[in-house]
């Protein structure tokens, strides 16, 4: 069973998400706050979050931030789930990494297709890579060339050319 960490601070909103989750058939861990969402995303290692940005003592962005910064929840499938609608705030939770971004009210259906749909990628992510010796193998050799190509690209020298006008003549 998927467990889904949810970070809501209104606590309606938080029990009728929760509950639809629940329904779908997945384990709902859920806090009021980011701090103490952050403090379960750690300790429970989540399969996705689903997060309101504004919330008291941690908000949303910074809920994002601090999973992003841990090396062991990095990873976690995000989304916000917020009454913030404007542009600005989506191009803002999407700049941050943010997998999706949802605004209440929702429908049921599109908080579910959300959630399955960013569950289906990191699956596929993981069965690309598979926890086999020629899996890991493949992952090495892998990061050895994206260090191989740093290391060449390190070396080069940035030629800056002049630009210049060239005239056609037209015959």
Known sequence: MKKILLIEDNNEVRENTSEILQLAGYN??????????????????????????????????????????????????????????ERTDVRKGMEMGADDYITKPFDDIELLNAVESRLRKVEAIRRDIQPTRDGMTELLGNIQGIEDISKISSRQQIKHLKKTRRHLHRG
């Open 28 to 85: 709902v861990l859920s806090a009021e706050n980011g701090k103490l969402g952050v403090e379960l995303a750690v300790h429970e290692k989540p399969d996705l979050v689903i997060c309101d940005i504004m919330m008291p003592v941690l908000d949303g962005y910074g809920t994002l931030h601090m999973l992003n910064k841990n090396p062991d929840t990095a990873a976690l499938p995000f989304i916000f789930l917020t009454a913030k609608a």
